[in-house]
Antibody
Framework: QVQLVESGGVVVQPGGSLRLSCAAS????????IHWVRQAPGKGLEWVAL????????KYADSVKGRFTIYRDNSKNTVYLQMNSLRTEETSVYYCARERWGSLYFDYWGPGTLVTVSS | QSALTQPASVSGSPGQSITISCAGTSSDIGHYDSVSWYQQYPGRAPQLLIY???QRPSGVSDRFSASKSGNTASLTISGLRVEDEAEYYC??????????FGGGTTVTVL
């Protein structure tokens, strides 16, 4: 069965860095675009970034551009989100979700990992 | 990219129908037939409810239907049930090659 499992969420100080992982299984990983979507406590969903199989095909929300880097390791069926210069307002549950290339919707989501940015 | 606009809450009695609107712009909803809707229960990850404006994934009840007109999409829940109490989010691809979500609508069954 399709599974996406996020990990790496911890408490980090403002200005700090963190790397999240999204491990995938149960499907042909290279056929799918992987996205990160976050949700602050009690708030709505915010799209963060995507990486396609083409390593040059990466997109970011304006709010994280220049600070976050998304990349994938197809040999490990894993996508990473490197987050630098973290801000308190980025405290959120971070979800990874898959998109069949070109479908423009997210058909499976992971359970999420909580990132807390606090001093 | 601004968030899509949804009502904060919608309520109805069991068996009734309710509709959730999702207003966007010509750069997102109005530009692509790629509106999707997600249902989220407290403490859980979102789940795909509708894709490509009107399509239901396998396993989703036909009580859920959706449409789009111009820059606005809508989700209708017919025969409202207690288990439909959840948060609902619309989403659209945008011309900036990014995605934008609505702010979410809390559905309450009275």
């Amino acid at each position: 069965q399709v599974q996406l499992v996020e990990s790496g969420g911890v408490v980090v100080q403002p200005g700090g860095s963190l790397r999240l992982s999204c491990a995938a299984s149960g499907f042909t990983f290279s056929n799918f675009v992987i996205h990160w979507v976050r949700q602050a406590p009690g708030k709505g969903l915010e799209w963060v970034a995507l990486v396609a199989d083409d390593v040059n095909n990466r997109k970011y929300a304006d709010s994280v551009k220049g600070r976050f880097t998304i990349y994938r390791d197809n040999s490990k069926n894993t996508v990473y989100l490197q987050m630098n210069s973290l801000r308190t307002e980025e405290t959120s549950v971070y979800y990874c979700a898959r998109e069949r290339w070109g479908s423009l919707y997210f058909d499976y989501w992971g359970p999420g990992t909580l990132v807390t940015v606090s001093s | 990219q601004s968030a899509l606009t949804q009502p904060a809450s919608v309520s109805g009695s069991p068996g009734q129908s309710i509709t959730i609107s999702c207003a966007g712009t010509s750069s997102d909803i109005g530009h692509y037939d790629s509106v999707s809707w997600y249902q989220q229960y407290p403490g859980r990850a979102p789940q795909l409810l509708i894709y490509d404006v009107t399509q239901r994934p396998s396993g989703v009840s036909d009580r859920f239907s959706a449409s789009k007109s111009g820059n606005t999409a809508s989700l209708t829940i017919s025969g409202l049930r207690v288990e439909d109490e959840a948060e609902y989010y619309c989403c659209s691809h945008a011309t900036t090659s990014t995605w934008v979500f609505g702010g979410g609508t809390t559905v309450t069954v009275l």
